[in-house]
């Protein structure tokens, strides 16, 4: 894979601003003006991505299989959250990763897991057709 190996223990911080098309109620998921939850999914898939990316060999991806995440706090307008991802275990081509999510005064927002699969983007795009 890549120049380095993809190794269990990888761990990567991404941080970002709340904006308003990040709202739940832009977004047409309720009338509350705070991070959606969508939003925060992608979010989360950003960060594990961005972790993930320099460890791939060309001609590679990868793709969410599973997501389960636990939101339990709102964030607002403007402030900031902080996604903190982490390799859990390597299974074959699986990923497995642990995620929290917090604001800028160190609350928890969200804390789950995310799977990912490590694909060949040529074979792939072929399996569509």
Known sequence: MGSNPIEEGLRLTLEKRV?????ASRQGTARAEVLSTSKLIMFIE???????????EE???????EINIKHFKPVGLGNKVRCIVHLKYV???????????????????????????IINLVDFRASLK
Do not use: M
């Open 46 to 56: 950003k960060a594990v991505t961005s972790l993930i990316s320099p460890y791939l």
């Open 91 to 117: 299974e074959g081509r699986k990923l497995f990763f642990d995620i929290a999510v917090f604001d800028e005064n160190h609350e928890e927002v969200a804390i789950g897991a995310h799977c990912r699969h």
């Open 19 to 23: 904006e308003d098309t990040d709202l």
């Open 59 to 65: 001609g590679q991806d990868t793709v969410s299989s």
